[in-house]
């Protein structure tokens, strides 16, 4: 049996820990490429894009796949549809491994955004020094704000355009919980942007920004293609696997 795992995520790498030597299985992870220097999962790994839902399918029939399944993260959302569109011309089924987003509970002060652009709009009214944790890519959606100052965090150095007034921490998680109380203190950050990326792995921001009455811009999450099937984590999705060969 032939699976192909759409990853770059930590719950994508533990899903290909899981299945990696399972007696019977071929396993390819592919990853998108953005990283310069992705954490590997093991087995087999391909790297770069498809060349959209057709390229995908196409590589579907030559490889002989047997199962997709999209565990890659959840702002990585035209991928999701390539799969959805791909699975269906090639014939093989799809699953969808998604992380549950993040829940505000009792204190959390969070501010609502459709997307990166909207978050800009709110922060001239929420605070002047902003922690952003959005990654590198879409930083232009900041860059008209020369009153605001940015710690921008992100596996890569960004490339501009970018805020004027900016800061860049090169770091990868999972973050602790004691470090985020830290970086929050000394950069004496006012106000928090991060994306609904779920997981434990940066959830600690998100305690930090809560105990410190830091308020959170908290980006919505992109649409999904409707239809697929969905598991919440890797083991799951291992089962989904095994459960066909």
């Known amino acids: ?32 490429g953005r990283v310069a220097s992705p954490r590997l999962p093991p087995g087999e790994v391909r790297v770069g894009g498809f060349g959209g839902a057709e390229g995908l399918a196409a590589w579907l029939r030559e490889h002989q796949v047997d199962a997709v399944i999209d565990a890659t993260h959840p702002f990585a959302g035209t991928i999701s549809f390539h799969a959805a569109r791909a699975a269906a011309d090639a014939h093989v089924p799809l699953l969808a491994l998604r992380r549950p987003g993040w829940v505000p509970v009792a204190g959390d002060v969070w501010h609502d955004a459709g997307s990166l652009a909207e978050a800009a709009q709110l922060l001239p009214g929420l605070g002047e020094r902003v922690f952003l944790t959005t990654g590198r890519m879409g930083l232009a959606a900041f860059a008209g704000l020369a009153e605001q ?97």
């Open 1 to 32: 049996m032939r699976v192909l795992i759409l990853g770059g995520t930590t719950e994508a790498r533990h899903l290909a820990g899981l299945l990696h030597g399972t007696p019977g299985l071929d396993l390819t992870s592919s990853l998108a």
């Open 149 to 245: 100052w940015f710690l921008v965090r992100s596996v890569d150095a960004p490339q501009p355009p970018h805020p004027p007034r900016m800061e860049v921490l090169l770091d990868r998680g999972p973050f602790t919980l004691d470090g985020e109380r830290e970086l929050l203190r000394r950069h004496r950050v006012d106000v928090l942007v991060t994306k609904d990326s779920g997981g434990a792995a940066t959830a600690p921001k998100l305690t930090a920004a809560r105990e410190a009455g830091v308020p959170v811009v908290v980006v919505r999450r992109p649409p999904v293609p409707e239809g697929v099937p969905e598991v919440a984590g890797p083991a799951e999705a291992a089962r989904w696997v095994t459960d066909r060969l």
